[in-house]
């Protein structure tokens, strides 16, 4: 039998932490996978120290925090730097956990929806407070299109408005998705070799195709482990320079 290709987003119980309102709080993998992603970017960050002629490590740290802050500039402006902590915390948690999640049975934590969610509402939140708090009622020309004739006005502010509320949904989904379908073709192709290279010598031979398509899905999965980082982290930018220049 083929392996079951959903088996590795199973969330298990490692111990019990208490209870809140007679509701268990358990310590599970993907706490595990979330503690460790967070060391090992602390690792990255800090080991390094700051010397004249940078290690490798040190490169890297100083790639990321660039990479990061070019970013910000570019959707935000110097403005939108204060916010530097949060949507480099973002794109290097995603990141890194995206990379941890690709080496054979460990665990994806952006495969989980309640975890992409949770990252979309903290950047929702953060826009919607740091927008009305700095800008107070001129944070709503957001949804007012300028140059838009007043016969249709009300429709399109009904529409900005339906769609800010969605943009939690649509961040979130996209990283979810692209990492849960990924995850689960690369599976899929995986046991297909397996399979076919238990048949015998006829099997090793039918075997090369789908391990060529693992090889190759692979390589696209480490890709898309940057990327949906990165597209996570660009939203969040943009999401980020509407609350400190609302309006169009």
Known sequence: MAA?????????????????GGQEIAFTNSSTYMF??????????LLPGR?????????IAELSYEFVANMIRSTAGKEG????P????????????????????????????????ALALLVFFTVLIYGLAKNGLKFFKLFV???????????VVFIEVISFFLKPVSHSVRLFANMLAGHIALKVFASFVAMLGAVGVVGWFGAVLP????????????????????VFAI??????????????
């Not at 730097?81 to 530097?84: C, E, Q, R």
């Not at 943009?238 to 400190?244: C, F, K, M, P, V």
């Open 36 to 45: 460790g992603t967070v060391a090992l970017i602390g690792i990255l960050m």
């Open 211 to 230: 391990l060529g398509l693992t090889i190759a899905l692979t390589a696209l999965e480490l890709l898309v482990a940057f990327l949906q980082a990165y």
């Open 4 to 20: 079951d290709p959903i088996h590795q987003f199973q969330i298990t119980k490692l111990f019990t932490i208490g209870h809140i």
């Open 51 to 59: 010397q004249l002629v940078p290690s490798r490590f040190q490169s």
């Open 86 to 117: 949060l949507v480099f915390s973002l794109f290097m948690f995603i990141a890194v956990s995206n990379l941890i999640g690709i080496i054979p049975y460990t665990f994806t934590v952006s495969s989980h929806l309640i975890v992409t969610v």
């Open 81 to 84: 730097l204060k916010f530097f």
């Open 145 to 155: 299109p300028s140059g838009v004739p007043i016969y249709i006005l009300p429709l």
């Open 235 to 248: 939203l969040t930018c943009i999401y980020l320079n509407d609350a400190i220049h609302p309006g169009h």
